[in-house]
C-alpha cells in the first residue's frame, strides 16, 4: 500500500534514510559521507519535508510496516520551459522488497501528487555506480542528460601543475 508519510513514520523514515545513505557509499566511493552531525539532523530535515508544501513523502507499506519511501517535490519558473517540473528527490526500498514493484508504486505516487501540481516534467539524480538505480530509471525512461562530477581539490590542483 502506498500512502502519504505520517509524522509517526519519522522513526522508520530516518532508519530508511540512513540505509540509502549507506547504499549510496557503498555503490561510488566518490559519493560525500554523511557525518554523525549529519546524521542527527536527518529526522529535522525528514520532518521539515513532510510539512512542505510544494511537497510529498509517501512511504510503501506492507502488513502496517513502512518498507520503502519516496520524496519529490515541484519547482516552478518563468525564466525555462517546462515551467513546472517536479523533482524525485529521494526513493528506497528495503532490499528484501526490491523486484516486487514497490519503486514503481512510489514513483506513481509521487506522479499522482506531481499531475495536481500541473507537472509538465519529472527529473532526478542518482549515483553513478548504483546499478539498481540506474536500471531502475532507465526502465521508467529517464535518460541522462547532465553529468554532476566531483573532484578532489588537492587532485585537481596536482593536475594543473
Known sequence: MIRDAKPSDIDKLVELRLSLQRHLEVSNPMVWRITVQGAGSLKQGLEEAMRDDQGRMVVATTNGEV?????GQ????TDYR?????TI???FVQ???RGRGVGRRLVGGLCQYFRMKN???VTLRYVIGNREAEE??????FQPIINTANARLMELEERLK
Open 67 to 71: 518498507i520503502g519511501f519516496a520524496h
Open 74 to 77: 515541484v519547482s516552478r519558473r
Open 82 to 86: 517546462p515551467n513546472a517540473v517536479g
Open 89 to 91: 528527490s529521494k526513493i
Open 95 to 97: 532490499k528484501e522488497f
Open 119 to 121: 507537472v509538465e516534467d
Open 136 to 141: 531502475f530509471w532507465n526502465g521508467l525512461g
